[in-house]
Every structure is written in structure tokens, then in C-alpha cells.
């Protein structure tokens, strides 16, 4: 409930000297006869009108707080909101080749991306994510959905050795896209993640990329790996896994060059605070629409008040005329 005018309120406190008047009045007596003796009286059965004696005083005062609430005007609040929002389609493409399992990043790199990823899909709530992995090929993890829990499951579920080995961004890419193909979104994004050069696949990153400007997704690129060599997996002569140093090889030109094309950015990832940050400025330059309407109605209740203040004062109009009537 609301208040029109509040400050009406604080005539309620005059209600407290008030009800201390009468009970220092009552305690003090009123007796104008004097009596040699009240021991009968005192023995006296005590009547109805005994114990309703306080009664009308309550009714007067309860009767003057309700009139003070009605003049605060009560109001009732009806409030109708309808949201509208406008999501962004957004398709996650993530390397999963053997390189991805180099240790520069801890515990490796393809951990830290999954990781990072499913935290970006988490503050993505109301926007439709789908799931690409590409090595030496592509495949669609999971296509365009808004269910954030089954999206976490598949994302989770990706691993180096699922398919041949090998990078095939324009492989990857192109997935990505054909899932954003018949998107009527507004806005659509492919977020591509990487740590090496192109060696595999049909499709050539640039012609990706064109296709990707022709529909008008943007695409933002990342480079996984730290500047220098890294330890990368290995097999040594015992069939065991092994790791050894070797040059970082990320081809960041043509990474940038797909960025720039499609109006995305490309960004460098050295390590995963470094890529946590990179996909918190995404999240931040890809912000989804929302518009809420609202409207709201007020009631004017003071007339309820009012008419139980006067109820108040019949009863005790009545009470003290009819049944606690005195004689002058």
C-alpha cells in the first residue's frame, strides 16, 4: 500500500498523550460523594457496564487513527510490465586439436578455454548459443539453443582426439556459420578460438570470412598460446605422453584479417586471466537489447478507512447512549 500523503502519519502520535491522559485520568478516580466505607462496593459482582467502561474511549481513539490514515490518502498499486528483449545468436567455435593440450596455460589449454566459455555462457542468460569443435575437421557440439544447462554438458564434453588431428579454421568457421544461417536475429556473432596456423580443411579462413561479412555476422577471433615455445604433448619412443618445448605458432594475420572483415576483433590470449578478460570485453560489446514497459495504476483506498472510522464512532456513539447511558 501507498501513501499520497504521508506526512499525515505523524498526526498519530498525537494519539499517544491522548490514551496517557486517560489512563493517568482513570487511575486517579473520579469519585465526587464521599463514602465512611467501600468495603460493599467493593464486593459487589461487577456488571457488564464495568467491564465495558473503557470500551467507547478505545472505539473514540481507534475511530481518530483510521480518520488520520484516510487523510494519508492510501492508494492500492496495480503494476503491469511487459519485457521485450532483442537476444543475440551467438556460435562458439573452439579448437580441439592436440596442440590445444599444451601446458603454457594451466592445467592446459583446451581446460582453460572450456572453462572461460562456460562462464561466458553462464552471463549470457536469454541469448542463444551453439557449440562448434575443429581440428583436422568441424562438427556442430551443440546447435543454437538458449538451455544454459545442456549447452555446460556438451561444452564440457569436448576433448582433444574426438576427430583427425589438425587445425582447419576455415573449417571451423564455416560451421559456425551454416548454424547462423537461418537465424532471423538481429545480431550474430561467431566467437573463434584458435591456437595455430590453418593446415587442414576445404574451406580457406578468408573465404569463410567473406561468407560470414556477406551475412552479416561478426566475428571475434582469439589466439591461444604464450609468446615464445610452450611444452607441447609428445610421444616418446616407449609410446608414452610426453611434453617438449616448441615455438607458439598462432598465424595472428589472418586471424585479424577475418576479424577486421566481418567487423569483429581479433584478440591474444597469453595466458587464461588474459583470456578471461578477453571474453569479459565481449560480453560487454555484446550486450543483448532489453526494453522494459511499464505501467502503473493507483487505487484510492481512503474511503475504506474512512467509512471504519465512522463505524467506529456509531458504535461508540451507541454504546455510551445505550448501554453505558449515565444519569446526569
Do not use: C
Not at 562456460?118 to 568441424?138: H, K, Q
Not at 560480453?283 to 474512512?306: A, D, M, P, R
Amino acid at each position: 500500500m501507498h501513501f499520497a500523503s504521508p506526512y499525515y502519519l505523524w498526526l498519530l502520535v498525537l494519539l499517544v498523550p491522548a490514551i496517557a491522559y486517560y489512563v493517568w485520568r482513570t487511575l486517579q478516580g473520579g469519585a465526587t460523594i464521599q463514602l465512611s466505607s467501600i468495603e460493599g462496593v467493593v464486593r459487589a459482582p461487577k456488571t457488564l457496564r464495568y467491564w465495558l467502561r473503557h470500551v467507547p474511549f478505545a472505539l473514540r481513539i481507534g475511530a481518530l487513527g483510521l480518520a488520520i490514515v484516510a487523510l494519508a490518502r492510501p492508494q492500492g498499486i496495480e503494476e503491469n510490465s511487459h519485457t521485450n528483449t532483442e537476444g543475440i545468436d551467438i556460435m562458439l567455435s573452439i579448437d580441439v586439436s592436440g596442440s590445444m593440450l599444451a601446458r603454457d596455460f594451466k592445467p592446459d589449454r583446451i581446460s582453460a578455454a572450456k572453462e572461460v566459455a562456460g562462464s561466458f555462457i553462464a552471463d549470457r542468460y536469454g541469448d542463444r548459443i551453439g557449440l562448434v569443435a575443429f581440428a583436422g575437421e568441424a562438427f556442430t557440439q551443440s546447435p543454437l539453443t538458449t538451455d544454459q544447462s545442456t549447452l555446460q554438458t556438451l561444452l564440457s564434453r569436448i576433448r582433444s582426439g574426438l576427430i583427425e588431428d589438425g587445425t582447419a579454421i576455415g573449417n571451423g568457421l564455416a560451421t559456425a556459420i551454416n548454424r547462423l544461417r537461418e537465424s532471423d536475429a538481429k545480431s550474430k556473432v561467431i566467437i573463434l578460438l584458435t591456437d595455430g596456423v590453418n593446415n587442414r580443411g576445404e574451406i580457406a579462413p578468408l573465404t569463410a570470412a567473406e561468407i560470414a561479412k556477406a551475412q552479416g555476422i561478426r566475428v571475434y577471433t582469439i589466439g591461444v598460446g604464450t609468446r615464445g615455445t610452450a611444452p607441447y604433448p609428445a610421444v616418446d619412443m616407449f609410446g608414452n605422453m610426453t611434453f617438449v618445448q616448441q615455438k607458439v605458432e598462432i598465424d595472428e594475420k589472418t586471424l585479424g584479417e577475418i576479424a577486421e572483415m566481418t567487423g569483429g576483433q581479433y584478440f591474444r590470449a597469453t595466458d587464461k586471466t588474459k583470456l578471461k578478460a578477453i571474453y569479459d570485453e565481449i560480453n560487454q560489446l555484446e550486450k543483448s537489447k532489453v526494453e522494459v514497459f511499464q505501467h502503473i495504476t493507483y487505487h484510492e483506498l481512503f474511503l475504506t478507512w474512512l467509512l471504519a472510522a465512522i463505524a467506529l464512532l456509531m458504535a461508540e456513539f451507541l454504546l455510551s447512549n445505550l448501554v453505558l447511558k449515565r444519569i446526569p
